[in-house]
């Protein structure tokens, strides 16, 4: 058996002169290697599906938390009520403009231009994982807008709007007095 490079070639000729083609090992299939590559790859789409919804469902855990700190707070207005309502006001605004970047280690890389269907598949799930943080961080808002309006930074009644009314000026009047 001569070698060459990597590659072992088995001679048959009584002389040596002629080298036949490689050797496959027994067991060996193409189909089977890229069959593996594809079990591979979707293992490692699964696991950033999976990843991401752990992403989504992580901003969920910290909800009750603050719900209870909104209740701490409490309804007046003062210098420590306002920059943490302010803070948690803007966090999640900040996690709604930066979404791409929060799921871009998730997204699908590493595809050829033949597995663009599986590309498109995978897209297709990362889709509820972004739509449910996204879901999440508006609730979040949603939650600080209430409790803007429990503080009465919001305009809810006419009582704020009041001093814009110009008071109507009756067509008659009486006084009272008997003639």
Not at 24 to 52: C, F, H, N
Not at 136 to 155: E, R, T, W
Request: with cysteine; aromatic share 12%.
């Amino acid at each position: 058996m001569a070698t060459s490079g990597s590659r072992k070639f088995v001679d048959l000729s009584a002389d040596g002169s002629r080298d036949l083609a490689p050797v496959m090992p027994s067991g060996y299939s193409e189909r089977v290697s890229s069959d593996s590559e594809d079990r591979t790859r979707q293992k490692k789409t699964d696991l950033k599906i999976k990843k991401a919804w752990d992403l989504a469902k992580g901003a969920a855990k910290g909800v009750p938390m603050l719900i209870f700190m909104f209740w701490m707070v409490g309804n007046t207005v003062n210098i420590f009520s306002i920059p943490f309502l302010v803070y948690q006001f803007w966090n999640p605004v900040r996690a709604l403009l930066g979404l791409s970047v929060a799921f871009s280690k998730y997204e699908a890389d590493g595809f050829e231009p033949h597995h663009h269907q599986q590309q498109q598949l995978h897209r297709a799930q990362l889709l509820l994982p972004k739509l449910a943080y996204a879901g999440v961080q508006l609730a979040i808002v949603a939650l600080c807008v209430y409790k803007c309006a429990a503080m009465g930074l919001l305009p809810t009644t006419a009582d704020f709007v009041a001093h814009y009314v110009v008071p109507k000026l009756p067509a008659e009047f009486s006084t009272h007095f008997a003639v």
